[in-house]
């Protein structure tokens, strides 16, 4: 993910030290500590909740990064730390979010919202192309039969 922020803060808020690596340097965040770490390195370790999949393009993005995380973490779960910008906002990462519970998947940017009203008044197009079709089909097997006993029958006008 491209960020404009370089670094970010990681609290550690479990019982156990953290420990992680990044471009060859070690981080350690001790118990009711906060470290200044980079943020390609909250991303490694707790992955980019950005990520998205987009089924028209059959990239899966977020699943991949899913079952990254959850190889990762296989064994001990992921660990207790909280991503904060350095202007104290929280950051949602992956591994906050494994449910998708905190997540809207709406479109990121304006190119993506006009895309998906593209693709929608495309699909209303077809949907209506496909009803008249239907219809006309529906008019040629009924013309000229005669209507079903039970059913209504034409009176002459003036009858």
Not at 27 to 37: E, K, N, R, S
Request: zero cysteines; proline letters at 7%.
């Amino acid at each position: 993910m491209k960020s404009p922020r370089s670094s970010v803060r990681i609290a550690n808020d479990g019982a156990v030290a953290f420990v992680g690596h990044y471009l060859g340097d070690r981080y350690i965040v001790d118990p009711g500590q906060t470290a200044v770490v980079p943020w390609g390195g909250a991303v490694a370790w707790l992955g980019d909740n950005s990520k998205r999949d987009d089924h028209t393009k059959r990239k899966w993005d977020r699943r991949n990064e899913k079952k990254r995380l959850e190889r990762r973490w296989s064994v001990t779960g992921p660990p207790s730390l909280r991503v904060i910008d350095l202007d104290d906002t929280p950051i949602v990462m992956m591994a906050d979010d494994l449910d998708d519970a905190r997540t809207t998947h709406a479109p990121t940017t304006t190119a993506d919202a006009e895309t998906l009203e593209e693709r929608i008044a495309a699909m209303e197009s077809e949907i209506a192309t496909l009803r008249k079709k239907r219809d006309r089909t529906a008019r040629k097997e009924t013309a000229g039969q005669e209507p079903p006993e039970d059913g209504p029958t034409k009176v002459p006008v003036g009858a």
